[in-house]
């Protein structure tokens, strides 16, 4: 399917654009799916500005896709035309590694296969993803919408969602546990929500004060503005569970030391490089931890406790064209709280 409306970087300095790209026809087992609205990840703003490195050009991003099955190869059985599915960070991984049988292909010892940015299992075909009008995807890198979220709403959750889901649910938080996020952006208000909804205490730990209504609005028990670096004094060892969400870089140093005794700060904000210090994990056996994204079972589990808690994104629908101005908002931590792309503005652009 040749020409096929999309939004690209040409290169990691140039705005987005207007671009066609080609997406395969289905195979015996692929998906083609009609997307309807895709989230606007900060892992999008790091990719196109090549802050990671080895971006490849010309870049379609997006990987939080919610649309609806338009056809299906003739081997496909979960899925039929009119399905409403989403589509997250990877579409393939190599199934074969203990990773990828154990359902967390996110850590494919292969390598998984990025939603963009990245390229299939041949080595050699560049993927795109979701600033597009459609994807041809593996039946089983899709995941089903439950009913009752509305697509807007649902689209971040396939990595915002997934993301701050996945390490509260392994580093096994329970009621009462006193959790705090850091950053009240896309992944952290996700955070707040997912943590309120398995019971936690849950405070947001933020460096924009502003943000202290909301954040109660959103279901924290609590807000710290870090704004006054006098509290990480005044709140020493007081977490059970950290979650830092920021994308910029920051003193994990400082944050470690909000940390109980056999407190767990777990990472999901890349904002590399940032120094960690011995003394505050050795001094109350303190534990620092990754986490990406999620499986696909574990993301279905996700969106079913999502649904189940009546748990959406809050978003800010935007048209394709405002996304250079979009990325600068969030830059500026100005998002509330994530941007989704209304992809039928995407046909009317490639019409002009
Ligand atoms: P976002 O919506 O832009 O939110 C990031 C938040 O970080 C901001 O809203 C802000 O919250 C805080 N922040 C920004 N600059 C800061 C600074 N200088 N000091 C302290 N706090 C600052 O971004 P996002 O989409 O949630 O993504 C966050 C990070 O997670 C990115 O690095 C992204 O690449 C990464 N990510 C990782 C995974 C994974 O699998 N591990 C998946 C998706 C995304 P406040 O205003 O409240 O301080
Ligand atoms: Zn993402
Ligand atoms: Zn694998």
């Known amino acids: 399917m040749p020409n096929t409306p999309a939004y690209a970087a040409p290169s990691?300095?140039?705005?987005?654009?207007?671009?066609?790209?080609?997406?395969?026809?289905?195979?015996?087992?692929?998906?083609?799916?009609?997307?309807?609205f895709c989230g606007v990840c900060h892992s999008d703003i790091h990719q196109v500005r090549d802050?990671?490195?080895?971006?490849?050009?010309?870049m379609v991003p997006g990987h939080e896709i919610v649309g609806t099955v338009a056809g299906t190869g003739n081997r496909v059985t979960r899925w039929k035309a009119g399905d409403v599915v989403g589509?997250?960070?990877?579409?393939?991984?190599?199934?074969?590694?203990?990773?990828?049988?154990?359902?967390?292909e996110q850590y494919c010892e292969n390598g998984m296969t990025p939603t963009y940015n990245?390229?299939?299992?041949?080595?050699?075909?560049?993927?795109?993803?979701?600033?597009?009008?459609?994807?041809?995807?593996?039946?089983?890198?899709?995941?089903?919408?439950?009913?009752g979220i509305p697509l807007d709403g649902a689209a971040p959750l396939l990595c915002a969602g997934i993301t701050t889901y996945s390490p509260l649910r392994h580093f096994g938080v329970k009621p009462g546990d006193k959790v705090a996020i850091v950053g009240l952006g896309g992944l952290g208000h996700m955070g707040v929500k997912i943590a309120k909804a398995m019971e936690?205490?849950?405070?947001?730990?933020?460096?924009?004060?502003?943000?202290?209504?909301?954040?109660?609005?959103?279901?924290?028990?609590?807000?710290?503005?870090?704004?006054?670096?006098?509290?990480?004094?005044?709140?020493?060892?007081?977490?059970?569970?950290?979650?830092?969400t920021v994308s910029a870089v920051h003193d994990y140093n400082a944050y470690l030391r909000m940390l109980r005794l056999d407190g767990t700060m777990v990472l999901v904000g890349i904002p590399d490089p940032t120094p960690v210090s011995a003394g505050p994990l050795v001094s109350r056996r303190r534990r620092l931890a990754g986490s990406s994204i999620g499986g696909i079972r574990e993301t279905q589990e996700m969106l079913d406790f999502c649904a189940e808690h009546r748990i959406q994104a809050d978003v800010e629908v935007i048209s394709i064209d405002k996304i250079n101005e979009a990325y600068e908002r969030m830059l500026r931590s100005?998002?509330?709280?994530?941007?989704?792309?209304?992809?039928?503005?995407?046909?009317?652009?490639?019409?002009?």
């Open 87 to 104: 589509v997250g960070c990877f579409v393939d991984s190599c199934r074969d590694c203990a990773a990828c049988k154990s359902g967390e």
């Open 12 to 36: 990691k300095t140039a705005p987005l654009g207007p671009h066609t790209i080609d997406r395969r026809e289905p195979g015996p087992h692929d998906v083609l799916i009609d997307i309807a």
């Open 200 to 244: 936690a205490h849950v405070t947001v730990l933020s460096h924009s004060p502003g943000k202290r209504g909301d954040a109660i609005a959103l279901g924290a028990d609590d807000f710290i503005s870090t704004a006054d670096a006098a509290v990480f004094a005044q709140h020493k060892s007081r977490f059970d569970f950290i979650l830092d």
């Open 51 to 58: 802050e990671w490195g080895g971006s490849i050009y010309p």
């Open 118 to 147: 990245g390229r299939e299992r041949d080595g050699k075909t560049p993927t795109f993803g979701g600033y597009s009008t459609r994807i041809t995807v593996n039946e089983d890198y899709v995941v089903r919408i439950p009913g």
């Open 334 to 352: 100005d998002v509330r709280y994530r941007f989704v792309i209304d992809v039928s503005t995407l046909h009317a652009a490639a019409a002009r």
